[in-house]
């Protein structure tokens, strides 16, 4: 059946008129009456009584009338309910980040957007950069923010902010007593790092070969907050960012070391999949974390 002529109908139903039918639904009268014998020509069955003053319908355009009515107040209920996800007044949003992001960067603006949009249900997803990359190519997540650089050409990566890193090491050791450090020192001493698929092990990786350090020992740990722990435990040095050291540095627990000359950073990146449409909660999440 051809919902515009249907449309069309249910208009000459309601409003008992062909005239006014035309005029609430902006074209000719003519028009109406050829899309009602159209209508009927197609069903096969005479819709409209025809000679009487006022517009009334057979037995079979009051049954089909009923129908319309039913069909056209589910498409207003429909429209209205997706409405309310445009207007993010109900929706969902999954995001996922590697973990210094998900515990030092999100949490103000995750408690902002919930306030702001109470009818969207949030889940907030934390694990390394590889694991998040793979569940948005998996589609479990729609928002993506990690570490680390992810070489994949299904995923676009869009630098997100830039973080500063910072080399700790124990208090009361040798190297935290000589304030500037050395590459050769840097060398010779046990270094704390991620495990593989970490975004922190990948930069991490890429300063050390950068700088020249060639680690004597590792250790590997499952989160940041264990590689800062583990330091200042006197397990070795590490390179962590300074957002999620900074507890433990005003704590005395960690010290700071200085290469000269040299500023430690990365860049933190927004993954997105090219071909896969944004919801309107997640395009409200972006500009919200892009504007700051």
Known sequence: MNLHLLRIFHAVGEHTSFSRAAEHLGVSQPAVSKALRELEDQLDVVLIERGARVVSLTEAGQVLFEYAVGIFAMEREALEALQAYSDLERGRLRIGA???VAAYWLPGYVADFAQAHPGVSLSLTS???QTIAESLLA???DIALVEGPVEDERIESRPWREEALLIV???DGALAKAGEV???ALSQATWVVREP???TREVVNRWLDKLGIRPARLIEAGSTEAVIQTVAAGGGVSMVPRVSSADQIALGKVATLTLPD???SRQLYRLR???????PAALAFEAMIATD
């Open 169 to 171: 090491a124990p208090p």
């Open 182 to 184: 050395t590459i050769e």
């Open 197 to 199: 698929g970490s975004g």
């Open 273 to 279: 999949l090219p071909r896969r449409p944004l919801s």
């Open 139 to 141: 589609c479990e997540v």
């Open 262 to 264: 040299v500023q430690l």
């Open 98 to 100: 590697s973990m210094t």
């Open 127 to 129: 694990a390394n950069t």
